[in-house]
Nanobody
């Protein structure tokens, strides 16, 4: 299983970025895809998740209304549209997958990609 994240970069506060994560190596039918982030000196935290169908989404409280997760199953790709970025969004962002869907932000993630760095300047 390979998860390849991209789209990170340097952006000013208030700006936008779109992250992408392409999955390969096996079928992801029925799998939830999600994003996590880890800021310098902090633990990794959940950001957002989307179910296989796209009908279910889950967001960390601080990103609700600013970030939108979506997926294109034909491309085995998950996206994270990040708007109104703040300095506290600065982190390395990771994508991950898990089988099925649940409303747990932390449980059952079984595959992880390498990170992509997002830096928000104030």
């Amino acid at each position: 299983v390979q998860l390849q994240a991209s789209g990170g970069g340097l952006v000013q506060a208030g700006g936008s970025l779109r992250l992408s994560c392409a999955a390969s190596g096996r079928s992801f039918s029925g799998y939830t895809m999600g994003w996590f982030r880890q800021a310098p000196g902090k633990e990794r935290e959940f950001v957002a998740a989307v179910s296989w169908s796209g009908a279910n989404t889950l967001y960390e409280t601080s990103v609700k209304g600013r970030f939108t997760i979506s997926r294109d199953n034909a491309k085995s790709t998950v996206y994270l549209q990040m708007n109104s970025l703040k300095s506290e969004d600065t982190a390395v962002y990771y994508c991950a997958t898990k089988p099925g869907w649940d409303y747990s932000a932390s449980a059952n993630w079984d595959s992880w990609g390498q990170g992509t760095l997002v830096t928000v300047s104030s």
